[in-house]
């Protein structure tokens, strides 16, 4: 079985590349070459199938990749961009300073100078240069000089690398990977003794998997790959090539049983509908699969497994919106959670500290876990919806060259995205409802509104992100039974008088509410 199943692994590979230099280079339609495929290469129609919706994953795998890197050299031109015009700003200030001193100098030289019977006033020194040495300012202007000319020369890269992006044609893929392809060039310091110890390898990583789509019109959920759980049997269906006619026209391996994890949902996609959508419904749903092969470096030893991929039925939902919320704030370093009633009254609140800087990727998965099951456990026993901002960091990323070293460090190791993904994902399991909003002044309308609770700015944020989850008003009126700040009265009585959104009360007001309300803490 392990020889054919190195036989079906090699073969796929070769008939891969073809079909990504005929559909993706050669821009082959899909339906012409899924005949030459059965013709040429003796594949059944799924078999082509599978391995035209392949690459055509891969290839727009790569395109959304291009994307994102053309935004992301976007937003690192733009900040870089600014930072330049910011420096050109400090030289023009430090020349203006250099010109005043001079200036200055100038008339007190004509003064000393000037002989009359009347004595003359000493010019005044003007503001901008007082406490000023030219000599600093010679300084400053040629450190700001040398920063700038490294800042153009990083903005030109970052130029280049977006002209090659945009004029970058069809996508290209080494199958194997580019980097062990590149080793055969200096096989010594990648640990290759020999040419063909290189080669074997590039070839079992080229050919280290092969993927058979699936359908729910067929039985099991695929025809080319078919798994019997009450005979505990798998059946693949090989090609009709001359190099597998020994095996027949299936390789069948016994004894095989999936792990535990989620084998109910499996065995409920493999079964009969109950209530089938169509009459040609055969199974719950498709499950495609993918045959993998594994060689340990050390011993060279093969080992072979089975992936299925297919979407498991979402349990029912148990939270109720209805009783109230749990909002949650996620910052830099801590989860603040707030849990509100019915009404939308503060409950409850509490902090989930973390730290992620220094962790290895397998460490912080590890912390982003605990910390969502701690969430949605408290999600399960209160029967309350969460509610979460959807936000975007991937544009401050960005800019990070820009910032601050501490920002840089803070930014660059918040797994923001990770962190949502993963409660996401185990909100779905237990049936806890997500609920997403839109993330403006939460930080000022909590601070603001409920500025007599003596919790940190981040639980008033988190409070603000539930009520904003349950639909409640974001006027700006104190809740909770404080008094206003006497210094904002007069801003509220002519907001008022407006009538603009409610939001347009913190977006005037940002600094002074953060000056008083937020930045105490």
């Given at each position: 079985?392990?020889?054919?199943?190195?036989?079906?692994?090699?073969?796929?590979?070769?008939?891969?590349?073809?079909?990504?230099?005929?559909?993706?280079?050669?821009?082959?339609?899909?339906?012409?070459?899924?005949?030459?495929?059965?013709?040429?290469?003796?594949?059944?129609?799924?078999?082509?199938?599978?391995?035209?919706?392949?690459?055509?994953?891969?290839?727009?795998?790569?395109?959304?990749?291009?994307?994102?890197?053309?935004?992301?050299?976007?937003?690192?031109?733009?900040?870089?961009?600014?930072?330049?015009?910011?420096?050109?700003?400090?030289?023009?200030?430090?020349?203006?300073?250099?010109?005043?001193?001079?200036?200055?100098?100038?008339?007190?030289?004509?003064?000393?100078?000037?002989?009359?019977?009347?004595?003359?006033?000493?010019?005044?020194?003007?503001?901008?240069?007082?406490?000023?040495?030219?000599?600093?300012?010679?300084?400053?202007?040629?450190?700001?000089?040398?920063?700038?000319?490294?800042?153009?020369?990083?903005?030109?890269?970052?130029?280049?690398?977006?002209?090659?992006?945009?004029?970058?044609?069809?996508?290209?893929?080494?199958?194997?990977?580019?980097?062990?392809?590149?080793?055969?060039?200096?096989?010594?310091?990648?640990?290759?003794?020999?040419?063909?110890?290189?080669?074997?390898?590039?070839?079992?990583?080229?050919?280290?998997?092969?993927?058979?789509?699936?359908?729910?019109?067929?039985?099991?959920?695929?025809?080319?790959?078919?798994?019997?759980?009450?005979?505990?049997?798998?059946?693949i269906r090989l090609p009709n090539a001359p190099e597998f006619a020994e095996?027949?026209?299936?390789?069948?391996?016994?004894?095989?049983?999936?792990?535990?994890?989620?084998?109910?949902?499996?065995?409920?996609?493999?079964?009969?509908?109950?209530?089938?959508?169509?009459?040609?419904?055969?199974?719950?749903?498709?499950?495609?699969?993918?045959?993998?092969?594994?060689?340990?470096?050390?011993?060279?030893?093969?080992?072979?497994?089975?992936?299925?991929?297919?979407?498991?039925?979402?349990?029912?939902?148990?939270?109720?919106?209805?009783?109230?919320?749990?909002?949650?704030?996620?910052?830099?370093?801590?989860?603040?959670?707030?849990?509100?009633?019915?009404?939308?009254?503060?409950?409850?609140?509490?902090?989930?500290?973390?730290?992620?800087?220094?962790?290895?990727?397998?460490?912080v998965k590890a912390i982003i876990g605990d910390l969502s099951a701690v969430?949605?456990?408290?999600?399960?026993?209160?029967?309350?919806?969460?509610?979460?901002?959807?936000?975007?960091?991937?544009?401050?990323?960005?800019?990070?060259?820009?910032?601050?070293?501490?920002?840089?460090?803070?930014?660059?190791?918040?797994?923001?995205?990770?962190?949502?993904?993963?409660?996401?994902?185990?909100?779905?399991?237990?049936?806890?409802?997500?609920?997403?909003?839109?993330?403006?002044?939460?930080?000022?309308?909590?601070?603001?509104?409920?500025?007599?609770?003596?919790?940190?700015?981040?639980?008033?944020?988190?409070?603000?992100?539930?009520?904003?989850?349950?639909?409640?008003?974001?006027?700006?009126?104190?809740?909770?039974?404080?008094?206003?700040?006497?210094?904002?009265?007069?801003?509220?009585?002519?907001?008022?008088?407006?009538?603009?959104?409610?939001?347009?009360?913190?977006?005037?007001?940002?600094?002074?509410?953060?000056?008083?309300?937020?930045?105490?803490?």
């Open positions: 079985a392990f020889e054919c199943i190195e036989r079906v692994l090699s073969f796929f590979a070769r008939v891969r590349g073809k079909v990504w230099r005929e559909l993706i280079i050669k821009e082959e339609s899909p339906n012409a070459l899924k005949s030459t495929l059965i013709r040429e290469e003796k594949v059944t129609a799924r078999h082509a199938n599978s391995l035209i919706k392949e690459v055509q994953a891969k290839a727009s795998s790569i395109e959304e990749l291009r994307k994102e890197r053309r935004v992301a050299l976007s937003g690192r031109i733009k900040s870089t961009e600014k930072k330049i015009a910011s420096l050109d700003k400090k030289i023009k200030a430090e020349r203006k300073k250099l010109k005043d001193i001079e200036s200055y100098r100038l008339k007190i030289k004509v003064w000393k100078e000037c002989v009359s019977s009347k004595p003359r006033r000493k010019p005044s020194m003007p503001q901008s240069i007082r406490d000023q040495f030219a000599s600093e300012c010679l300084k400053n202007c040629q450190r700001l000089k040398e920063v700038r000319h490294q800042k153009s020369r990083h903005l030109s890269i970052l130029n280049s690398k977006m002209a090659k992006l945009q004029t970058s044609g069809k996508p290209s893929l080494c199958f194997g990977g580019k980097a062990l392809f590149h080793n055969q060039h200096h096989r010594e310091s990648a640990g290759f003794r020999s040419h063909e110890e290189w080669l074997e390898t590039f070839r079992n990583r080229r050919s280290s998997s092969v993927f058979f789509i699936g359908s729910s019109d067929e039985t099991f959920g695929n025809q080319s790959f078919q798994y019997d759980p009450v005979k505990k049997v798998l059946k095996y027949g026209k299936y390789l069948t391996i016994e004894a095989l049983e999936f792990p535990e994890f989620l084998r109910d949902a499996y065995l409920e996609a493999l079964g009969t509908p109950s209530v089938p959508r169509s009459k040609s419904q055969k199974s719950g749903g498709p499950i495609s699969y993918r045959l993998v092969r594994r060689v340990n470096p050390q011993t060279n030893e093969k080992s072979y497994y089975v992936q299925a991929s297919f979407s498991p039925k979402a349990p029912e939902i148990v939270s109720n919106l209805s009783i109230g919320a749990i909002g949650v704030d996620i910052n830099s370093d801590h989860l603040a959670i707030t849990e509100t009633d019915r009404f939308g009254n503060y409950g409850s609140s509490l902090s989930l500290p973390f730290d992620f800087s220094g962790k290895r990727t397998s460490e969430l949605i456990q408290g999600c399960e026993k209160s029967g309350k919806p969460l509610v979460m901002e959807d936000l975007d960091f991937s544009q401050k990323k960005t800019s990070l060259r820009e910032l601050q070293l501490s920002h840089r460090k803070m930014l660059s190791s918040f797994a923001y995205a990770e962190i949502v993904e993963t409660v996401k994902s185990r909100a779905r399991k237990k049936g806890i409802e997500v609920i997403s909003i839109n993330p403006a002044y939460t930080s000022l309308i909590g601070a603001f509104k409920y500025q007599g609770l003596h919790i940190s700015a981040h639980k008033k944020a988190a409070l603000a992100i539930a009520r904003r989850g349950q639909g409640f008003s974001e006027g700006p009126g104190v809740h909770q039974g404080t008094l206003p700040l006497q210094a904002m009265i007069e801003e509220k009585a002519r907001f008022h008088s407006s009538a603009r959104h409610v939001w347009g009360f913190y977006a005037d007001h940002s600094r002074k509410i953060r000056e008083l309300l937020i930045h105490p803490d």
